[in-house]
């Protein structure tokens, strides 16, 4: 999947793609016709960095109920004859979560599309995970004959269909298949489900990589095993070493961490930082020093992982340094420095905004850090951070950040936040916003009766309003 195109910050598109609850609002009074074009154009172009982690399909979904909006659009881009030869799950799955919301709604024409790109797309198996959710059970038994029919009744084709079902996310349409009066239906999918436990018994009692007995050496040349075959295994490498070494054993994985192979390299300074080992900082400098790019991932990493007063204190030395150290110092000071620590923070903070802009993966800690500490300068900063980042999650931490740093928080971005498309995002503004504005409260009242809105969401609500407003 290609990184999405994001149109500016102050653009209706531009906002919808973000998620913010801004676009929500700006869609409502925009002409009908341009906002349902945006909204469109977001279903079937996911906009989203990390489509696995980051919500927008209950976002899109109620911003479809809001402007009463066709699905044309959608349907057309699920039943493109792309569809066939893109068969990325990527490119169709938000179209179909949205769906799947709007069929939680009552949209009947949603529920119908679900239904017919489960008998006839080819990101299927996602259509019919979120018909497991929603529809009854004898439209699920209609879809069993569509769906097996992808599968051929050869011994590939059975194995196909056992590995399916063992996978499967939701398992209610299998349950309901294997017990369907069709003999035919009946017995192929039992058959498969047996098929599908007999293979993870085997897995399991075949598992891979080191064995009880095993050396300090030999775990060293799996990690380097795996560099030569393009897997990091230094994690597991190291937990390893936890289990074979012993105290005679230090001179030799100390020396691996100076300069072994990659693999035993970064293997050791995992191992050592995870001890706190006296002398794993100065190993750790010097990794990043003479080290290759993995080597210096490694070293960078096990120095965040280490929680002692040593390494804090050494990351007051490093944070000034231009390199990755002086970067991972800084977010250690995020992490676990002290209000003293509050001016280099800010710095790294700052620095990463300017050097890397608004999107850099280093802010999501630096925001979490300048929120823990109450850095009241870095408001503005993460004022920017959140109108131009293309990721919901870093603007959700930024929100929060800001109800730890801004007084305006909560008459300003906050309300604005209720309408956003992370539910960790809307919880922080229904805590903070001002009821003053009656915006706020009409959106607390409709997310309290909302019941796809998530628990937290609602018991934040609850903690503003009471039941008999909720009723409203």
Known sequence: MFDPVIAPSGTLLGLLQRG???????????PRSEALAALNHCVTHDPRHDWQVENRSLYYARLYLDLHGELDAVEAHLFDPEDVLDTD??????????????????????????????????????????????????????????VLARFTTDAEGEAELAAT???????????????????????????????????????????????PGWSVQAVFEWAQQGVERGAALHVPAARCLTAVAGPEDRPEIVRAAQDGTEGARCTALRYLADRNDPDV????????????????EAAVDAFERMRSLAAVDRARGWAHRPDPLGAAAGRVLACRGGVQDRDLVLAALREAVRG??????????????????????AAP?????????????????????????????????????????????????????????????????????????EAEVQTAVRSRIGPEETAV
């Open 356 to 377: 890397e802009g608004p999107d850099a993966p280093t802010l999501w800690t630096l925001v979490d850090g300048a929120g823990r500490l109450g850095i009241a300068c």
């Open 281 to 296: 900082l100065d190993l750790i400098e010097g990794a990043v020093t003479t080290g290759s790019t993995a080597v210096v």
């Open 20 to 30: 913010r609850g801004d676009g929500t609002l700006h869609a409502l009074t925009a």
């Open 165 to 211: 079902v063992r996978d499967a996310f939701e398992p209610r349409p299998w349950r309901l298949w294997a017990d369907d009066p069709r003999e035919s239906v009946a017995t192929r999918v039992r058959a498969a489900q047996e098929a599908g436990s007999f293979d993870r018994w085997q897995r399991q009692m075949r598992p891979a990589g080191p064995r």
């Open 89 to 146: 799950e990527s490119r169709t799955g938000l179209a179909l979560a949205v769906l799947g919301h709007l069929a939680s709604y009552g949209r009947r024409d949603a529920l119908d599309l679900l239904r017919r790109y489960a008998a006839h797309g080819t990101n299927w198996a996602w259509a019919l995970d979120e018909l497991a959710l929603r529809d009854d059970d004898a439209g699920l038994r209609a879809l069993a004959a569509p």
């Open 381 to 453: 900063v993460l004022r920017h951070i959140y109108r131009e980042t293309a990721s919901s999650h870093l603007r959700g931490r930024a929100a929060r950040a800001l109800a730890a740093t801004d007084p305006s928080y909560g008459t300003g971005f906050a309300v604005e936040c209720l309408w956003d498309c992370e539910e960790s995002t809307r919880e922080v503004a229904a805590r903070h916003a001002e009821t003053g504005d009656t915006r706020v409260v009409e959106r607390l009242r409709r997310l309290a009766a909302d019941p796809a809105e």
